[in-house]
């Protein structure tokens, strides 16, 4: 340790030639470059537009007229342009921002070419029309369709658009909205699990083009049944096989296994069959029918016989594809179902895990609109057929039929529109109803807006009491961030993606399938029952269909492989060899998740310091590291064949040290890029989060996306409802790559301020903190809130609209004051609560038609704001809104210095409100003159052992003395991207300070010395949206609800604080029956009444006669005034319209 | 040790304190964990039985209390203030901080400003603009006074940015001082009556012998004020008052004034030989020296006690016994950063001023 200690020796050793392993950090903005932090968005999107769209439509390209097949439509091509929009006659560009600061969708024609006969044509020659729109495409930002999409940067300045936004998102309507990622089990893939009963299951989702249905096998005692929504009953399975033709019972002992364990089990279920008397197909196949649920008899027509087979040919294991009525594949793949679960019942081991990442599917966006298409699309279809059937028959053909009239353009765009809108995805074919699927984006701050579009939804509802789910997987590391998940009822239901991973989508199969098959996969249909299972040899199942098997799998797994690497298929093509089952997956579907790792040669990296040299010289790209085959995508299932290291080390390392490895150097097959990566981009911004307990760092990560900064370039340009900005934000003193990666460091969220770790004034505790006032009146924490608020002029029914008038401002004391000469508050303006912000007139009849003069009322909108505080209209804009009405829309600027109760918190997971602000002469300062901008409590420490805050402050303050940024990256100490704390010590040494980061503190109230050396130096804050200016609230009297006569609830509405049931509770306890008395009816809805002490119901007073009377005894004899809360009136009111009489006694009090 | 009766013990001399009270008296020490000693005793008759007086005398402190200006720049003053309590140092220190009052931007009329700057956060960052303007030579301004060439300066910011051109960078010597007042005209409250601008001055500020010869300018001619786009402009109006730093700190007149105490670092015992050698190395700041004791001996040491910044490496880990950090008491090495509008020496003898105000005040509101 002495090199450290010494100066001079640890220049000599950094001086030294470097030996340590080459620095692929270079790697990651490399990465980022080519793939993004969104690209799996964009790429899911770009491929619906390219080849889904494509695919949807040729599966449903021909429309015939159900009484003339020669009238018919064919669709031959379609195609997503760029977006734009229909301007009276004309087509204008859209652009991002346009749409956002209008209300507009940001959404591309898509079109298609067709061709058509017309009705009453003799020659029936098809028409060609190319170019037919029949619907508007809400676009993905930086798609390729997209108008950002590789522009540079001026070029993003020109259109009004941030470039360090991500994009991938829609702009509907206005507003933008992320489709989250959600997460789902894999489909056509074989589940072996325990249901509630603890049975063992084997199940399979199938989901193709046409069906999807879920096919479960599951063992009741001892006997094996098949379950499918289809039939009525579990059905034996024995029954299943011989339905589709395997009549001997040697020959599925055999499928299964030879094993005389399989064997065993198998016996129960065997005899079972016997018993039923199943021994034929046809036999098997006519006990099905009786199964058959009713709801699919009804459809056919009651007519039982082959319904069996049709439901084993099509919903039966539905992925698995039938050729001509040939059930052997689908025998295969059973009896390897049947297999695994023997495999399951032996050794508890081989069950499957359900949250293992690599049985889940992330669906991207894509994915989903490609759904809903593919719904909307059918849809207008069929609808266009109905109604040109329709016109077939009623028509008086006076004008021939044409199909293109009956294509509606509205059903797509609305379609889709809505559900983007709202996040409701309805898809009744596939009986699909998800809600929330797509989300606003959060633009309170820039990480914010990047966090939620990482987040991935969860599959599970949240309520569900299971702990699995929620628990950290092993599998997670490297692909989703082990912080970054909310805290509450979705915790780690909802994950975020960490920074390198990507999601692939869909890849062509039939090639892969034919290069498995001349890589030697003997296909199925040649092997007996005898030889699936020789030992030896493997089963290769792709995309979870069983393509043969293979007899030197580790051959075939490495040829793919070296076919991958050398760019011949796809990168995302996994290959994964499953020793325990004796198969090799290949996968090559989307949603499966995955990172780039480098490649190894036994333990040596494929990386060397030349290739880094080119990457750093710009001659060298990500793309360029995957074509040579130095670095190269695993998925989750395939890192199971693989042994990362964390880090290269030098052959020449001591022996010693090689001997403490427990694996050998050269069975090492890839070396991980960096190992901060498997956090996410809210976890990256926290420097040191390896030093701190874990639920810190989680907190941080819903804090950060909270913290207001600067959300964008073009921040103030942008119409939000609500936005803050802090006015003076900064680039953290303690950045991580991280940080500088996604741009934090241009978009700052905080300001450094100095913080002393002390005890002042008793205001701290609790986690407060006190504030310098100085620092506040030179700009700290300073923030402005921008608020928008939207007039809209009305146009009616019948043809009035509302005029915006100028007004007379003269008038002293009116509250028109900031309007212009058009009747709108002028920019600029000091605006305060109650004032005019459109000088508006309703026209007082809006129903019927009115000749030429209308008769206007006043509708002035007011504005509503705090009172007492100096708002100002920032802008004015005119724009029309979808139902080209013109909407006038206020951006209403407040600019906030940090009060009393406002929320701070450091970068790790430590808020607290300022407790009280303090006059910089009170403060402490140091013996260099530095005075804290705030205090913090040391007790915030202890419990919640952020250690990584207190290095932050001694490398801020090692950052600022030196001049030098430091860098806190997670877990970046052995590769140099996080200072390790002996290095800050020595800078701060250096430069006069403590090694420990504590000075020496004269106090500023008596002038002397503290008795403690104290922590200082700067942290990283950041300003929460939480303020007490927007909560706050009291009243003493006020606004009340029409129907009870209560005083309203809630701020907005300016209404009362409730005194609830339990301290009501409290108050009879403690027996302030006046008290009582006060609260629930003096001060909240006294009402006098009339009370009949003859029949007990409540009368009336006669204001012109002077009395009271009731009207039930038609005489005011007996009449008493007494006090009700006016709620209890109502009670007895609407009970009486019941029917049921409350009739009141009264005694004499 | 053999028992002796405490009747037999010597009397602790009297009039005279011993060795560990005196220091405990007259110096903080700092340990490497905490400071100790830290408060001044104050009690009179703190040492009443060892014949002490422990009460401050007026002649005393006139006999000991000396200034020493270490350093002076225009705008930075360094002195030693010896032979005084940290409360009345302290005092000063606050008295500069927060009362010695300064002109600074209060209110803006903002004509137009296109800038990306609001106008709350232009406003704000032209108060925090140092003036070079005597506040003696102003009055306060009152609520109900109107402002006047004897309580406000006026300045106008009027820049635009070309359309077509580069992007400017609006600073503070495009502030330009109007001496005669305000230029803006207020709405008159009716068609008839004479507009009235904003300010009301008897006489142009120039011509007052004051400023005649030394304009009212910006203190820094190069703080950015905003930065402009081609086509953006900002026009305003801007009105310093007099104002103390206790109301806002754009008032403080100085950037910051702090003292610390005279260190004093006291080797305990002789450090020779190597153990000197590395003890000199270990101080940042050159503290310690080398004495040669001739025949190749060496010794520690201490030359520069001054420079110590507490780092407490010295006594990190195996020197604490051999090396004492201490801090004199009554010892304060004063710093003041003038902001600018005055020369720091005026600043303190301002404070100074204030202080013996305030103590008027305290000993007429007694009598
Ligand atoms: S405390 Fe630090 S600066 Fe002072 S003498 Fe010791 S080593 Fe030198």
């Not at chain 1, 204008?92 to 070419?113: F, G, M, N, Q, W």
């Not at chain 1, 063992?200 to 083009?209: D, E, G, I, K, L």
């Not at chain 1, 051959?555 to 089952?581: D, P, T």
């Not at chain 1, 609209?801 to 004391?813: F, H, L, P, W």
Request: glycine share 6%; net charge neutral.
């Amino acid at each position: 340790m002495g090199a450290e200690d010494d100066p001079s020796a640890s220049l000599k050793t950094l001086a030294a030639p470097v030996k340590s392993a080459v620095d692929k950090f270079q790697l990651l903005p490399a990465f980022l470059k080519v793939r993004g932090l969104v690209k799996q968005h964009i790429d899911s999107f770009n491929y619906f537009i390219n080849h889904d769209i494509k695919k949807i439509m040729k599966a449903n390209d021909r429309l015939v007229c159900r009484y003339d097949p020669d009238l018919c439509l064919r669709y031959t091509n379609i195609y997503v342009e760029e977006p734009s929009v229909d301007m009276d006659f004309s087509v204008e560009k859209l652009t991002p921002h346009l749409c956002r600061l209008s209300d507009r969708t940001y959404a591309a024609p898509i079109k298609v070419d067709i061709e058509y006969t017309k009705g009453n044509q003799a020659n029936k020659k098809p028409e060609i029309k190319r170019g037919l729109v029949i619907g508007r495409l809400p676009i993905m930002l930086r798609s390729c369709r997209c108008v950002l999409s590789g522009k540079d940067e001026a070029e993003l300045a020109k259109l009004g658009e941030c470039p360090l936004d991500p994009g991938g998102y829609f702009i509907v309507k206005g507003t933008e909205k992320v489709i989250l990622i959600q997460e789902q089990l894999s489909k056509n893939r074989i589940i072996i699990d325990t249901d509630s009963k603890g049975r063992v299951t084997a199940s399979v989702t199938s989901s193709t083009h046409e069906t999807k249905s879920k096919t479960v096998f599951f063992i009741d005692k001892d006997k094996i049944y098949l379950q499918l929504n289809q039939f009525i009953k579990p059905i034996p399975i024995m029954v299943i096989m011989r339905a589709m033709g395997m009549e001997s019972d040697q020959e599925i002992v055999q499928m299964v296994g030879r094993d005389p364990r399989y064997g065993t089990l198998l016996l129960p279920s065997l005899q079972e069959c016997a018993s039923e008397r199943i021994y034929t197909q046809q036999q098997a196949l006519e006990y099905l029918d009786g199964k058959v649920g009713s709801a699919n008899s009804a459809r056919s027509g009651n007519r039982k016989e082959g319904l069996a087979r049709a439901i084993l040919l099509d919903v039966f294991l539905a992925n698995v594809p039938v050729n001509q009525g040939n059930f052997r594949p689908k025998c295969i793949y059973a009896s390897v179902m049947l297999r695994r679960m023997m495999d399951a019942i032996l050794n508890a081991d081989t069950f499957d895990d359900k949250d293992y990442v690599g049985n889940k599917r992330l669906e991207l966006s894509g994915q989903l609109i490609s759904l809903l298409f593919e719904d909307l699309f059918k849809s207008m279809n069929s609808f266009a057929l109905e109604l040109l059937n329709r016109a077939y028959e009623h028509a008086s053909r006076s004008s021939p039929l044409d199909f293109v009239h009956y294509i509606k353009q509205d059903y797509i765009t609305n379609g889709l529109e809505k559900s983007i809108a709202t996040g409701n995805w309805d898809v009744k074919r596939f009986k699909m109803h998800r809600k929330g699927v797509s989300q606003v984006l959060s633009r309170l701050s820039f990480i914010g807006a990047l966090g939620s579009m990482t987040r991935i939804s969860p599959q599970f509802e949240k309520t569900r009491k299971v702990s699995g789910p929620r628990a950290l997987q092993p599998s997670q590391w490297g692909m989703l961030c082990p912080c970054d998940t909310p805290e509450g009822e979705a915790c780690g239901l909802t994950k975020n993606l960490a920074l390198m991973t990507h999601v692939t989508t869909d890849e062509e199969e039939g090639p892969l399938i034919s290069l498995c098959h001349s890589l030697g996969v003997q296909d199925l249909a040649l092997l007996s029952a005898e030889e699936l299972h020789a030992p030896g040899s493997f089963l290769v199942i792709f995309n979870g269909l069983i393509l043969g098997k293979h007899r030197q799998p580790q051959r075939f797994a490495n040829a793919m492989r070296k076919l991958r690497r050398s760019g011949k298929i796809g990168e995302f093509v996994s290959i994964f060899v499953n020793e325990k089952q004796h198969c090799v997956y290949v996968a090559s579907d989307g949603g499966r998740v995955c990172r780039p790792l480098v490649i190894a040669d036994k333990g040596i990296s494929r990386i060397k310091e030349h290739h880094m040299k080119e990457l750093r010289d710009g001659v060298r790209s990500f793309d360029d590291f995957l074509r040579d085959g130095l670095v190269e995508y695993l998925d989750v299932n395939e890192e199971n064949n693989a042994l990362i290291a964390l880090y290269e080390y030098e052959n020449d390392k001591d022996d010693s040290e090689k001997e403490k490895d427990d694996v050998k150097r050269s069975s090492i097959t890839h070396i991980e890029i960096e190992p901060f990566t498997i956090l996410g981009v809210c976890a990256g911004l926290i420097p040191y989060p390896h030093h701190n307990q874990s639920p810190r760092n989680t907190y941080q990560c819903a804090m950060g996306k909270q913290a207001m900064g600067n959300i964008g370039y073009n921040q103030l340009s942008r119409a939000d409802t609500l936005l803050y900005l802090l006015v003076y934000p900064q680039r953290p003193l303690l950045t991580t790559k991280t940080i500088e990666l996604v741009g934090y460091d241009k978009l700052g969220g905080g300001q450094n301020a100095t913080v002393a770790v002390m005890s002042y004034s008793g205001y701290d505790i609790e986690d407060a903190i006190v504030m310098n006032k100085s620092s506040l009146d030179r700009g700290f924490g300073r923030c402005i809130a921008m608020k928008k608020y939207t007039v809209v002029k009305e146009t009616y029914s019948n043809g009035t609209s509302d005029a915006i008038v100028r007004s007379n401002k003269e008038k002293v004391g009116s509250n028109m004051q900031i309007l212009d000469d058009d009747g709108i508050a002028a920019p600029g303006e000091i605006v305060r609560n109650h004032d005019v912000l459109v000088n508006k007139f309703t026209p007082r009849n809006t129903r019927d038609r009115v000749s030429r003069d209308i008769d206007y009322k006043e509708a002035p909108s007011k504005y509503k704001g705090p009172e007492g505080e100096t708002t100002v209209i920032d802008r004015v804009i005119l724009s029309s809104d979808t139902n080209d009405k013109l909407s006038i829309k206020f951006i209403v600027r407040h600019t906030r210095r940090p009060e009393v109760g406002d929320k701070f918190s450091s970068r790790h997971g430590q808020k607290g409100v300022c407790g009280t602000i303090v006059q910089q002469e009170d403060f402490p300062f140091s013996e260099r003159g530095i005075c804290p901008d705030l205090i913090m409590n040391p007790h915030g420490f202890p419990s919640r052992m952020t250690i990584g805050k207190m290095i932050e402050l001694l490398g801020g303050k090692a950052g600022v003395s030196c001049g030098r940024f430091h860098y806190g990256s997670a877990f970046g100490e052995p590769s140099g991207h996080a200072d390790k704390v002996e290095d800050i010590s020595y800078t701060l040494v250096k430069h006069g300070f403590s090694y420990s980061g504590k000075d020496f503190i004269y106090s500023g109230i008596t002038g002397y010395p503290l008795q403690a050396y104290i922590f200082m130096g700067p942290i990283y804050y950041q300003k929460l949206k939480h303020m007490v200016l927007d909560k706050m609230h009291a009243r003493a009297k006020g606004p009340r609800v029409m129907l009870t006569r209560q005083p309203t609830e809630g701020r907005s509405r300016d209404g009362g604080l409730r005194l609830g049931e339990m301290e009501r509770d409290c108050l009879i306890a403690y027996g302030a029956s006046m008290m009582i008395f006060e609260r629930l009816m003096l001060s909240s809805d006294p009402y006098q009444v009339q009370v009949c002490r003859q029949c007990g119901l409540l009368g009336y007073y006669n204001h012109k006669l002077k009395a009271a009377f009731c009207s039930m005894c038609k005489n005011g004899d007996n009449i008493s005034t007494m006090k009700l809360p006016y709620a209890c009136k109502l009670l007895f009111q609407e009970l009486q319209s019941m029917n049921v009489v409350p009739r009141l006694k009264l005694t004499e009090a | 040790m053999p028992r002796v009766s405490a009747l037999d013990m010597p009397d602790v001399p009297m009039g005279q304190l011993p060795e560990h009270l005196q220091l405990q008296r007259t110096r903080v020490v700092c340990k490497a964990d905490a400071p100790i000693h830290t408060e001044a005793i104050q009690y009179s008759g703190a040492y009443a039985s060892m014949g002490v007086d422990n009460s401050l005398r007026l002649e005393s402190f006139c006999k000991n209390f000396k200034i020493e200006v270490i350093r002076l720049t225009e705008d930075e003053m360094e002195f030693d203030m010896i032979g005084i309590d940290a409360s009345l140092a302290n005092a000063f220190r606050r008295i500069l901080i927060a009362e010695v009052p300064t002109m600074a931007i209060e209110k803006v009329l903002m004509v137009n400003n296109t800038s990306v700057i609001a106008d709350e956060v232009l406003a704000h960052r032209l108060g925090l603009i140092p003036l070079n303007a005597d506040p003696r030579l102003f009055e306060y301004l009152l609520e109900n006074d109107s402002p006047n060439e004897r309580n406000t300066i006026v300045y106008k910011l009027d820049v635009s940015c070309r359309k077509g051109g580069p992007r400017m960078t609006v600073k503070s010597d495009q502030l330009k001082w109007l001496p005669n007042g305000s230029e803006l005209e207020m709405e008159p409250p009716n068609q008839s009556a004479k507009p009235k601008s904003y300010t009301s001055f008897s006489c142009s500020q120039d011509s007052m012998p004051e400023f005649s010869k030394k304009p009212l300018g910006m203190k820094h001619e190069d703080i950015i004020i905003a930065k402009l786009g081609p086509g953006q402009a900002i026009e305003l109006e801007a009105h310093a008052v007099k104002g103390i730093g206790k109301v806002h700190a754009k008032w403080s007149p100085v950037s910051t004034a702090w003292y610390r105490m005279l260190p004093e670092v006291v080797l305990l015992k002789d450090i020779k030989g190597d153990d000197a050698e590395k003890l000199v190395k270990k101080c940042p700041v050159n503290v310690f020296d080398i004495e040669d004791l001739g025949n190749g001996e060496k010794k520690a040491t201490v030359s520069k006690p001054r420079a110590c910044t507490l780092c407490r490496e010295c006594i990190r880990g195996v020197n604490e016994e051999l090396v004492e950090l201490r801090r004199v008491k009554d010892h304060f090495i004063f710093t003041i950063e003038s902001a600018g509008a005055l020369p720091p020496e005026v600043l303190f003898t301002e404070a100074v001023k204030i202080l013996e105000d305030k103590c008027d005040r305290v000993i007429s509101e007694l009598s």
